[in-house]
């Protein structure tokens, strides 16, 4: 008996463990569990008793995995647009209409990581060349004007869930969403350079921040403006907030405070000061996100700008990964933070019909009404059209 349990142990075949690569995703189909139903009973503080025991739980596709594959990896999207507007604007009773036709090639956006210490030291480039909706433009030059996006050194998965990263990027300051034309984006970035447009925007800035568990921190040291040799650009910005497993909940609060004091002929000071608060939450098939921000931009106390925004974003799963999307925001100023109002709707349908392939169409209302304070004449200006952009990412 003893000999045959000798044989036994000797044949059995040795567990295997989980190494660098790991074992398979393992899917469920039709399992959706309500998510009121769902709770934690403290399991998160359960730690792993090992090494081993942790990584079973990270199957092959995990991108926690796919990091120790390679140490340089790069990625890419190129995104056609076909537009379609009529625009209106009336100024002392005088009524002008336009109608506005494009279709182009908007951008092509590449980057590549390079991470010389695995996990810990991650060295990015982030570069773009940049469309034209002009029906004289050509391709040639959109090849030859590569713009940087990005350029920045990040060392992470430290103790604490801390990171540190430094370079030129885009400090986080609110709900940032990619669509530039959003009525929230276009006044954010007014206050924050004084123009409207968002994809340019890159500053000098140094970045640390934690997320140990449901809260989380981050702050920006911005130093300046690049691409605009006389901006002296200095400041700060920070994040602060939760999120929750149940409902994919989430609460965030920023703030944003910079000074570009400029030397010169005609020498300025602007002062800028930004406040955001949102949160978000999922309820059956509805994402659904609230965001509200306060600006403030000020030159020499002699062109004072204040006004604020609110925004509310949700996406309807009706189909599969088919949404139909709703936004809906509101300010207190015209864009450029002028006496006036403004508002914006926008109803359209987003499909994810292929990996690597984001296909959307919107219809978009925007009303804006600039008010004299001296002689309270009214300008206004309307925008009404569809907007349908195929995304491919890879």
């Known amino acids: 008996k003893d000999g045959d349990d000798d044989k036994k142990k000797k044949g059995a075949k040795k567990k295997k463990g989980p190494g660098k690569i790991g074992f398979p995703h393992v899917e469920i189909a ?60 009336e100024v002392a009773g005088e009524s002008v209409k336009a109608e506005r036709w494009n279709s182009f090639l908007m951008d092509v956006d590449f980057a590549v990581r390079h991470r010389p210490l695995y996990r810990n030291l991650h060295l990015v480039y982030e570069g773009r060349m940049q469309g034209n909706p002009a029906e004289n433009a050509k391709y040639e030059d959109m090849l030859s004007q590569v713009k940087m996006r990005s350029l920045y050194a990040l060392v992470d998965d430290l103790a604490f869930n801390i990171f540190v990263m430094g ?5 986080l300051f609110g709900n940032y969403v990619p669509d530039h034309y959003a009525l929230a984006q276009e006044m954010t970035t007014y206050a924050m350079t004084g123009q409207t447009r968002n994809y340019n925007v890159l500053f000098n800035a140094l970045s640390f921040g934690t997320a140990p568990n ?39 609060y920023s703030y944003w405070r910079t000074s570009d004091e400029r030397e010169g002929l005609a020498p300025k000071t602007t002062q800028v000061e930004m406040h ?20 403030k931009r000020d030159i020499d106390t002699q062109d004072y700008r204040q006004g604020g925004v609110m925004t509310l974003d949700t996406y309807t799963q009706f189909f599969r990964e088919n949404y139909v999307t709703l936004a809906y925001a509101r300010g207190n100023t015209n864009v450029q933070l002028l006496p006036g109002d403004s508002n914006e709707i926008k109803l359209g349908v987003r499909s994810f019909l292929l990996p690597g392939v984001d296909l959307m169409t919107v219809y978009e209302i925007r009303n804006e009404t600039t008010k004299d304070p001296t002689t309270k004449a009214e300008a206004k200006a309307s925008r009404k059209g569809i907007t349908s952009q195929l995304h491919l990412f890879f």
Not at 167 to 171: A, L, T, V, W
Not at 276 to 295: E, P, Y
Request: net charge negative; glycine share 10%; aromatic share 12%.
């Open 30 to 89: 039709n399992v959706a569990p309500p998510e009121e139903l769902y709770k934690r009973d403290g399991l998160e503080f359960r730690k792993s008793e090992s090494r081993d025991e942790f990584l079973y739980q990270i199957p092959q596709e995990d991108p926690y995995r796919q990091v120790e594959q390679s140490k340089t990896d790069a990625g890419g999207d190129v995104r056609w647009q076909v537009v379609r507007f009529d625009l209106e604007s």
């Open 167 to 171: 370079g030129y990027y885009k400090p």
């Open 214 to 252: 449901v809260p989380y921190l981050n702050v920006h040291v911005v130093q300046k403006q690049v691409g605009d040799p006389e901006d002296k650009t200095k400041g700060f910005a920070a994040n602060t907030g939760m999120r929750f497993v149940s409902f994919g909940g989430s609460v965030n």
């Open 276 to 295: 955001s608060i949102g949160g978000a939450a999922k309820l059956g098939r509805t994402v659904a996100g609230f965001d509200a921000v306060s600006l």
